[in-house]
């Protein structure tokens, strides 16, 4: 009926849905009554790890149709934006930040690090990561996936913005979020700063081991080194 492509369309609706849960606050409290916090939170990660091995699987399943053909240019950018998307998502997944998804406690504005930078840094490293791969990969269905998830990047930053707003209220929302932006570095320009944190030198080291883990598995799991971009 959909030409093969039957299955990624399924497993990428499915990835939609289940990350459509942690905005839901009434579904999600009703999960985390049923099965307590940590409960909840694992069961959330093993099923969002299986989610995405499967929408993976179907992209590699699906025929493959060629939308433009394999250039040595997009291998470089790819492997020259990859570092600052495992930097931004590292350091904002350790980062408290009460204005995107991660920490939210232990936030201070005197020092705001990555989040002076750009609001939503854990998104940045995700779409940054989604768009990079759009370069390199030219099947549809490769175009499908990276795209699908570039724009659910995107447009996930909005969406945590009209959450958080609501649930800061609407004084403390703009007291809180002034000196950021969606987009980069003009938060800086709005008197925001970058000053880091222990956490974010932390975040920043741990980036670039978790790059070197990067570079030594992903020939392993997807028989492409990314070393190759780079020369």
Do not use: C
């Given at each position: 009926m959909f030409g093969g492509f039957g299955g990624l369309?399924?497993?990428?609706?499915?990835?939609?849905?289940?990350?459509?849960?942690?905005?839901?606050?009434?579904?999600?409290?009703?999960?985390?009554?049923?099965?307590?916090?940590?409960?909840?939170?694992?069961?959330?990660?093993?099923?969002?790890?299986g989610v995405l091995i499967w929408l993976i699987?179907?992209?590699w399943a699906a025929p493959y149709v060629e939308l433009w053909s394999y250039e040595p240019w997009a291998a470089r950018a790819t492997a020259h934006i990859m570092p600052?998307?495992?930097?931004?998502?590292?350091?904002?997944?350790?980062?408290?930040?009460?204005?995107?998804?991660?920490?939210?406690?232990?936030?201070?504005?005197?020092h705001m690090g990555v989040v002076g930078i750009m609001r939503h840094p854990i998104l940045w490293g995700f779409a940054l990561w989604a768009g990079a791969h759009l370069f390199a990969n030219g099947s549809l269905a490769e175009v499908l996936f990276f795209a699908g998830l570039l724009l659910?990047?995107?447009?996930?930053?909005?969406?945590?913005?009209?959450?958080?707003?609501?649930?800061?209220?609407?004084?403390?929302w703009i007291e809180i979020s002034r000196?950021?932006?969606?987009?980069?570095?003009v938060g800086l320009i709005k008197g925001g700063n970058c000053r880091p944190t222990l956490?974010?030198?932390?975040?920043?080291?741990?980036?670039?081991?978790?790059?070197?883990?990067?570079?030594?598995?992903?020939?392993?799991?997807?028989?492409v080194s990314p070393l190759s971009g780079f020369f």
């Open positions: 369309i399924g497993s990428f609706l499915v990835f939609l849905l289940l990350h459509s849960i942690p905005p839901m606050r009434r579904v999600k409290q009703s999960l985390i009554n049923l099965l307590g916090k940590a409960g909840y939170y694992i069961l959330y990660s093993l099923v969002s790890t699987h179907e992209v600052f998307s495992i930097l931004f998502f590292v350091m904002g997944f350790l980062r408290p930040n009460p204005l995107s998804i991660g920490p939210g406690s232990g936030f201070d504005k005197t659910l990047s995107v447009g996930g930053m909005f969406i945590v913005d009209r959450r958080k707003r609501r649930l800061l209220g609407e004084e403390s000196g950021t932006s969606n987009i980069p570095f956490k974010d030198l932390f975040g920043a080291l741990l980036a670039i081991l978790s790059f070197g883990l990067i570079l030594w598995l992903h020939p392993i799991l997807f028989n």
